[in-house]
């Protein structure tokens, strides 16, 4: 059977398909594309408005207390593109699909796709439950604790996965292996590093989830101010002028008890926060610190929808930070697919090239441009994603702390 010449389209679909088997991050999240972008080419920091669902607070009694209804949203930036540069051989663009895509689109879509993936799994630093068990190999007790996190923070059912990294897998697969579906369903996934169903996860594996690095935590941090709320809590106690806390770091506060998200009723577990500056919290050179958390604090006063606390703080009560100073612990984390957005945009279709075409995939655009140079008798060639990525719901979502 003669091979036939490989079009645009052809490669660029096969590329999609590729990336997509090989994305079980983002394979397993909120994917949106939007052909809004795509009428004149997007354009680097275009963004979507993501819709958060709305709360509402429950009256008692006889008398109407009608609420307003105030829709919040939040902000997708679509502004990172990554690629691949290849050079086409004449050769190349005659065999089979199936060889071409062997030889040259499984190693270049690996590459893009563990680029892709290690950017998007940096969205764990705004997920503020966490499995403590710092140090320690992970049991399946652990991934029942977070599945009770989610559970407890009203999850939906479907859609859930547990991601793992290689060594909480090494630590969990062979007491589960029972327990996963037999080898006939498992033949029928089409992503890497699928493992199984079972406690209501699909489980997955990654070789790209990073270490949580612990801020330096020096000094004996307390709460600095009494009934402190919204998203910046007030500290002193510190070492003076050191950067005591990384983003991603969590800690609880004694007696700020977790409420049930509907009935507002304390839970009796600590509300776990989780640091959100950019660039770590570092100590003033009085040892006083302003931390960005997340959630906010909103305590019961006025019975407000968005409650997330039994009582607000205490005055100089001690933050309970989790991890040892200065020193990393591995990660794995379950989740809801809502916790998390990946969107993806058109990029421009360029012209006076040998060819270009663009195609999307289970909500993932790719763009292939080739050019022919005459002069080596080769199609030097380039792939892109333009792509952003931003945690929704981050209540959906749990961390699991091992060693």
Sequence with gaps: MPNTLLSATSVTREALRVLHQKLNFVGTITRDYDDSFARDGA????ILKIRLPNQYAVRTGANLVAQDTVENSVD???QTQKGVDLNFTSVDLTMHLDDFSERILEPAMSVLAANIEADAMSMYKDIYS???NTGNPVTFNHILKARKLLVDNLAPLSGRTCNLNTQDNVDLVDALKGLFNDKATISRQNREG???????FDFMEN???PAHTVGARAGAPLVNGIGQSGGVLATDGWTASTLVLNRGDIFTIPNVFRVHPETKQSTGQLQQFVVTDLNGVTSSGSGQASINISPAIVGPAGSPPNQTVSALPVDNVALQIVGAASSPYGLSLAYQKGAFAFATADLLMPRGVDFASREVFDGISMRIVRQYD???DKFPCRLDVLYGYRTIR???ACRMANR
């Excluded at 699928?194 to 209501?200: D, L, N, Q, S, V």
Aim: positive net charge; without cysteine.
């Design 43 to 46: 354009k680097v920091g275009d």
């Design 76 to 78: 997708l930036k679509v």
């Design 130 to 132: 966490q499995v403590d």
């Design 194 to 200: 699928f493992m199984g169903r079972t406690a209501g």
């Design 207 to 209: 070789t790209l989830w």
């Design 374 to 376: 005459i002069n080596s």
């Design 394 to 396: 981050p209540q959906l």
